[in-house]
Every structure is written in structure tokens, then in C-alpha cells.
């Protein structure tokens, strides 16, 4: 299942407890075929009403990831989650000189549509460093299922829950973009049944 939901404004605000209700339905709608597609007018609650609903669905073992708009973004809203409800989440920040060793190397192999972890990771001298305070560090509490929910940028999300394989690095049971990724749909994805169908089969591991 994949849930985005932007910001236009519609006809009027409805209450909490009718968002969320249509939140509920939307996330736990067991047709991975359908895409949701959300509009709400901005400071009604809807970030709030996805991330109570992720939080009812992990305590039934269910994962959602969240797609934001930047780093930063993903980290807000992490801490916000955390603050409201008591739950914490993953961050998964996309590479960066910061978190990756190799991270020119990783970026051109991007940029070129190669799998990073498959042709770079999997050899990098840094690996074992990587796993424990660097990019592939992140990914532990979601992948072990500590935690069920991850927040991480656009990008990131995309390129993790596919590849030009037809495999995914990272499964989740639904993806939900948080506002209209603009990013994303100005660029070129394609998505086989076999990808869509990953997005509601958990994992324990990264490969």
C-alpha cells in the first residue's frame, strides 16, 4: 500500500476523529494494487492521523515507512513521533560524506543507476565501520523489528523499496509520502509486480 498525502486545500476541515477514521482505512487497505492519494488543507492533522495509525499498526507487527521531503524533515518528525505518542522510530538518511566512506564513489554509481550496495557495499574496506556507526548502521532497529516504523527522505525511500532488479533492500508494508513528492514525480520509476508486491512483505534483514 502506498499513501500520499499533500496539502491542497479542500472544502472544508473535518474533525480528528473523522481523519483519522479515513487514515485508518486508507493505510490498512489490504489491496497492495491501489495507490491513496490524500489532500488535505495544511494544520489538519494529517501527519499526526498517519503517525497515530502507523503506531495502532506496529503493535499488530505491521511496518510503514515515511517518505519526507528532507533529511531534516525525517529527524523533525521522528522527534515529534516521539514526543506525541512515546514511540520511536528509525531515521534512514539518504549517503553523505557524514555516514558513507566511499560516498563519491557511492553518488556516481547512483547517478548511473547501479546498485550501490550490490557493486560498492558488498567490497567497501569500510564495511564492518559502515554497519556499526555509519550508513548501513541505520537500518538495524527497523530491520531486527524494533521498531516498525522508519522516516527517511524521498529518495532514499524510492531507491530502497526498488531497484532495476525487481528486488527491494527495504520492505515495508506501506509507504506513505508525506505531502506531494514533486521530487519524485519529475523523475523517471518503474515499477514492476513484483516490486509493488514487496511493499507488504516484511523483513527482518538487508541484503
Known amino acids: 500500500m502506498m499513501c500520499t498525502i499533500g496539502h491542497e486545500k479542500v472544502g472544508h476541515a473535518i474533525e480528528d476523529a473523522e481523519l483519522i477514521d479515513q487514515m485508518r482505512r486508507s493505510m490498512r487497505d489490504t489491496n497492495k494494487n491501489i495507490i491513496e492519494l490524500m489532500k488535505w488543507t495544511p494544520g489538519t492533522g494529517k501527519t499526526y492521523a498517519a503517525e497515530k495509525v502507523a503506531i495502532e499498526m506496529a503493535a499488530d507487527g505491521l511496518t510503514t515507512v515515511f517518505a519526507m521531503l528532507s533529511n531534516e524533515r525525517a529527524e523533525q518528525?521522528?522527534?515529534?513521533?516521539?514526543?506525541?505518542?512515546?514511540?520511536?522510530?528509525?531515521?534512514?538518511?539518504?549517503?553523505?560524506?557524514?555516514?558513507?566512506?566511499?560516498?563519491?564513489?557511492?553518488?556516481?554509481?547512483?547517478?548511473?543507476?547501479?546498485?550501490?550496495?550490490?557493486?560498492?557495499?558488498?567490497?567497501?574496506?569500510?564495511?564492518?565501520?559502515?554497519?556499526?556507526?555509519?550508513?548501513?548502521?541505520?537500518?538495524?532497529?527497523?530491520?531486527?523489528?524494533?521498531?516498525?516504523?522508519?522516516?527517511?527522505?524521498?529518495?532514499?525511500?524510492?531507491?530502497?523499496?526498488?531497484?532495476?532488479?525487481?528486488?527491494?533492500?527495504?520492505?515495508?508494508?506501506?509507504?506513505?509520502?508525506?505531502?506531494n513528492p514533486d521530487r519524485v514525480a519529475m523523475q523517471r520509476h518503474s515499477l514492476t509486480i513484483k516490486q509493488l508486491n514487496s511493499l507488504s512483505t516484511s523483513t527482518n534483514s538487508v541484503k
Open 77 to 179: 518528525e521522528a522527534e515529534a513521533m516521539q514526543d506525541r505518542f512515546g514511540y520511536e522510530a528509525a531515521v534512514i538518511k539518504g549517503r553523505n560524506e557524514d555516514n558513507c566512506a566511499d560516498f563519491e564513489s557511492a553518488k556516481a554509481l547512483g547517478q548511473a543507476g547501479h546498485g550501490v550496495r550490490n557493486v560498492l557495499c558488498r567490497k567497501c574496506p569500510h564495511r564492518q565501520n559502515c554497519f556499526e556507526s555509519g550508513y548501513l548502521s541505520q537500518f538495524d532497529d527497523f530491520q531486527s523489528g524494533r521498531t516498525k516504523i522508519a522516516f527517511m527522505p524521498i529518495e532514499s525511500a524510492v531507491n530502497l523499496l526498488k531497484d532495476n532488479k525487481g528486488n527491494a533492500t527495504l520492505k515495508a508494508d506501506v509507504l506513505v509520502f508525506d505531502e
